[in-house]
């Protein structure tokens, strides 16, 4: 059993859950935050391998979805740990299921032409190259919404369950 402990930015009252597996999903470089990196355990994967993970021999038979009603943390607010909120939700219908991320509320995509006419025109690429270090970090943050830490509007899935953590 894993212990995740989360701060309520509302409230700023720290609970902590327990859960058998965690998924972390904090980004697409695979990345596992220090307070899990030093444990050894199939239980605890990246997006990056979520899927080969799951069909390891070591998960495999605990995680037989018509007997497993335990609890699963996927911790990240992005588009790989809500497809992965998803896919355990339909996967393990019997299992308690939270997404925890540290954002007060899931961001969702802006894939609306005023963005991606500007955040993914090739022809853009000569300016931005052009673009002082300070103005090109600037850009970035300005278009994060467009690809990063945001959700696809069409993702759908029961916001009750979900939980919010504060990292930091």
């Known amino acids: ?33 220090a307070p899990f990196a030093s444990l050894t355990t199939p239980r605890i994967a990246h997006t990056a391998t979520y899927l080969t993970t799951l069909a390891s021999p070591a998960l495999a038979h605990q995680l037989d979805p018509a007997t ?41 995509a802006d894939d609306s032409p005023f963005v991606n006419a500007r955040a993914f025109d090739p022809a853009m690429t000569d300016e931005f190259w052009s673009m002082r270090e300070g103005e090109r970090q600037e850009r970035l943050r300005e278009f994060r919404r467009a690809n990063y830490a945001c959700v696809a509007p069409e993702v759908r899935f029961s916001m009750w369950t979900l939980k919010s953590l504060r990292i930091g």
């Open 1 to 33: 059993m894993h212990n995740v402990t989360r701060r309520d930015p509302g409230t700023n009252t720290v609970r902590t859950s327990y859960a058998r597996n965690v998924s972390v999903a904090p980004g697409s470089t695979p990345y596992i935050p």
């Open 68 to 108: 497993f009603s335990g609890r699963v943390a996927v911790i990240g607010g992005g588009q790989s740990s809500a497809e992965v909120f998803n896919d355990l939700m339909g996967r393990l219908p019997n299992a308690k299921v939270d997404m925890i991320y540290r954002a007060s509320a899931l961001v969702p």
